[in-house]
Every structure is written in C-alpha cells, then in structure tokens.
C-alpha cells in the first residue's frame, strides 16, 4: 500500500516560514514526479509547486515564486516545500502528490494558517 505521510504544517505569523515534508513508502521513489497541491476554503485545489524526478526541474505557481522552494532527497524518499516570508493568503490544506504514467497517489493533507 502505497503511503504519502506529510509533516510540518501549524500556525504561524506573516512574514515567518515553514517547511513542509512528505515521506513516500511503498513505490519507487525516484521515478515519481512530486508536487505540492493546496485547497482553502471555497477554493479548487490549486498547484503549488513541482519537481521532476530527478529534480532537475522546478515549477511554482505565480504568487508563490520567489518565496517557496521545492527539493527533494530521493535517498529519503522525501520531498520539501520550503515557505518562507509566509502571507494570510497562504493560508490552505496543503497536499503532498506522487505522479507518474498511469499512477497518482495523493498524501493525507496538512493544514497551515497563516495569521497575526
């Protein structure tokens, strides 16, 4: 059973940052394209950010260029999304994705507030 366990949300103020993990179990790690998805409240689940499986490539989304980073250790099977000068607007359930041909697997989500 193929398991994506994600860690590191909670409250934090503007301005502050976060880093966000996700321990993959139970695939082959390394052919797996990650990315980080988030959901607010009302909102369609949106891409965050993305790396190729080797992380030679990244992508992020326009608001949070410049302030997010992914990375990932596929020696750990883990990916980061690390979040920095952290804005209300970022408030969201975070979610952790593993994706290749023909497989998609989704992580439990982690919830991070971002609040004064």
């Known amino acids: 059973q193929v398991q994506l366990v994600e860690s590191g949300g909670g409250l934090v103020q503007p301005g502050g940052s976060l880093r966000l993990s996700c321990v993959c179990s139970?695939?082959?790690?390394?052919?797996?394209?990650m990315s980080w998805y988030r959901q607010a409240p009302g909102n369609e689940r949106e891409l965050v950010a993305l790396?190729?499986?080797?992380?030679?490539?990244?992508n992020y989304a326009d608001s949070v260029k410049g302030r997010f980073t992914i990375s990932r250790d596929n020696a750990k099977n883990t990916v980061y999304l690390q979040m920095n000068s952290l804005k209300p607007e970022d408030t969201a359930v975070y979610y952790c994705?593993?994706?290749?041909?023909?497989?998609?697997?989704w992580g439990q989500g982690t919830q991070v507030t971002v609040s004064s």
């Open positions: 994705n593993a994706n290749r041909e023909l497989f998609n697997y």
């Open positions: 139970k695939l082959i790690f390394s052919w797996y394209t």
């Open positions: 790396i190729s499986s080797t992380g030679s490539s990244r």
